[in-house]
């Protein structure tokens, strides 16, 4: 299938880069952090003036909490800041919210207001904007493994289109495209399952230099694919 004049569907993003962002400008790391926080909604407007219907954003992987605790608790708190600020501009623009990943090892007041933004943009019927935060690829499939086991499922019955409604993405398309910024070309854990047939983009340009322009070339490349899924 030509990918000539179409749009994907569902975008993910693998959001990096922030780090060499910052020592570019002899900033700490957290200042980093800050600036790629300050990127996600001029991103979000871009990709929803597109007319993209999916949008997951890949802000702190399972692995991240080995990181120092520091940098872990500066994240945490840039992630309690963003639902504060972003929220009612998310809400009020029709987006609905969606967190994927891992919830309970979150401090208890930042679950309380992931929840409560979820809970806010429930009934919204524009873009939909997934949060991978505390979100791992592996984790997410053996934990799928783990509760199609306890559910006694029969042999029989498990196929591909099930086992993805175990998954933390249900109800959601396969990305059609993702993007890395900041230069490496690796998926890093990150939708792992559902990136099977996406198609992969990736660029130098650090996370908080990821700006319109940069979103136009990757929508242009993405044009320019041939899609086949297997086939001829």
């Given at each position: 299938?030509?990918?000539?004049?179409?749009?994907?569907?569902?975008?993910?993003?693998?959001m990096?880069?922030?780090?060499?962002?910052?020592?570019?400008?002899?900033?700490?790391?957290?200042?980093?952090?800050?600036?790629?926080?300050?990127?996600?909604?001029?991103?979000?407007?871009?990709?929803?003036?597109?007319?993209?219907?999916?949008?997951?954003?890949?802000?702190?992987?399972?692995?991240?909490?080995?990181?120092?605790?520091?940098?872990?608790?500066?994240?945490?708190?840039?992630?309690?800041?963003?639902?504060?600020?972003?929220?009612?501009?998310?809400?009020?623009?029709?987006?609905?919210?969606?967190?994927?990943?891992?919830?309970?090892?979150?401090?208890?007041?930042?679950?309380?207001?992931?929840?409560?933004?979820?809970?806010?943009?429930?009934?919204?019927?524009?873009?939909?904007?997934?949060?991978?935060?505390?979100?791992?690829?592996?984790?997410?499939?053996?934990?799928?493994?783990?509760?199609?086991?306890?559910?006694?499922?029969?042999?029989?019955?498990?196929?591909?289109?099930?086992?993805?409604?175990?998954?933390?993405?249900?109800?959601?398309p396969?990305?059609?495209?993702?993007?890395?910024?900041?230069?490496?070309?690796?998926?890093?854990?990150?939708?792992?399952?559902?990136?099977?047939?996406?198609?992969?983009?990736?660029?130098?340009?650090?996370?908080?230099?990821?700006?319109?322009?940069?979103?136009?070339?990757?929508?242009?490349?993405y044009?320019?694919?041939?899609?086949?899924?297997?086939s001829?």
């Amino acid at each position: 299938m030509s990918g000539e004049s179409s749009l994907p569907c569902h975008v993910a993003i693998i959001m990096d880069g922030n780090g060499r962002w910052a020592r570019q400008r002899g900033l700490s790391r957290l200042e980093g952090h800050r600036a790629g926080a300050k990127n996600v909604r001029r991103v979000v407007n871009a990709f929803a003036d597109h007319g993209v219907k999916y949008l997951t954003l890949f802000a702190f992987s399972t692995e991240n909490w080995s990181r120092p605790q520091k940098e872990v608790e500066g994240l945490l708190g840039l992630l309690s800041e963003s639902i504060d600020k972003e929220t009612q501009f998310f809400h009020r623009a029709n987006i609905k919210l969606r967190h994927v990943g891992e919830v309970d090892r979150l401090p208890l007041e930042l679950q309380r207001k992931v929840k409560a933004a979820i809970e806010l943009t429930k009934d919204n019927t524009g873009m939909i904007l997934c949060l991978a935060f505390d979100y791992g690829s592996r984790s997410e499939i053996v934990d799928a493994v783990r509760c199609i086991k306890e559910g006694n499922v029969s042999t029989g019955d498990i196929n591909e289109a099930m086992f993805s409604g175990y998954l933390g993405t249900q109800g959601i398309p396969d990305p059609d495209l993702v993007i890395r910024t900041g230069g490496e070309m690796r998926l890093s854990n990150f939708l792992l399952w559902q990136a099977a047939y996406s198609e992969l983009y990736f660029t130098p340009v650090l996370w908080p230099d990821f700006s319109e322009k940069e979103i136009d070339k990757a929508l242009l490349d993405y044009r320019q694919r041939q899609r086949r899924f297997g086939s001829l």
